[in-house]
């Protein structure tokens, strides 16, 4: 069964390609579609430090897409895993999922710094990060998924 | 411009309907497609203690949706925010993202507390919890976003 979505609004700036490391230094902003929403949808947004973007990878190619395990960024060092134990692009859906911080909100205008997402891409949700939702409990990964973050930011 | 997304698998067990409160008490299962999925897709998930869950709000009425600023949860104690202020489940995409407790995986099925959402709900996306996705520099939320996670988990 088939769920539709729509973009709320766009990445505008930032990065022309999306390269693998160093996103923490890109800033860029996400434009609501002033046709859908009011001025006030981002209202209070500036009371929060960083905000979770949910978006869409839509320059993948979906037949590219393999649900086969397979090495983090083809490193054969690292161990195949499948895709949902993995946060890499070529995914089904192809939805990500990243915590940004605020710069500024204004109107229906939002700075960002950390959003690893390239110019033009579609936003499909914007949520304030609350300290209650981080994870409860001791977290535990492998160490390639502390390996691979070690650039990223 | 509409994209189109499909349920990876489904919420199996956990509540019959959204309460408010008390979520990390609730234990489910998320039961992949196995049409679309090999056995491999969750190798390696439980090496990592938590997953982000991409999931869809599907019983609620889209024309129930309101983009206006509003009080989260009803409560005129707190300010009127807009809905990109606030993670409540009327918002535009109907998209919820939650991070749980690994319990097992099993197979195409992965079992997890704190999933605030109910039986038969669709999932739409899995990402391994990787400490390097935490936000970076400190986190600032208004008082309301504290308070409304006080019974939450």
């Not at 490193?75 to 605020?102: H, S, Y």
Request: charged content about 25%.
């Amino acid at each position: 069964m088939t769920i539709e979505v729509i973009a709320i609004g766009h990445v505008r700036g930032g990065r022309q390609e999306a390269l693998d490391d160093n996103w923490d230094r890109v800033q860029a902003a996400i434009e609501l579609d002033g046709n859908q929403f009011q001025a006030d949808a981002l209202a209070g947004l500036a009371d929060f430090s960083h905000v979770e973007v949910v978006f869409h990878f839509h320059q993948l190619d979906p037949a590219k897409i393999i649900s086969a395990a397979r090495h983090p960024r083809g490193r054969t060092d690292w161990p195949e895993v499948g895709i949902f134990a993995q946060r890499g692009r070529m995914r089904p859906n192809r939805l990500a999922v990243t915590v940004c911080r605020i710069i500024a909100v204004d109107g229906l205008s939002l700075r960002v710094t950390g959003l690893d997402a390239i110019d033009g891409t579609p936003v499909l949700d914007l949520k304030p990060y609350l300290s209650g939702f981080a994870p409860r409990g001791e977290i535990r990964e492998p160490d390639w998924a502390r390996a691979i973050m070690a650039d990223y930011w």
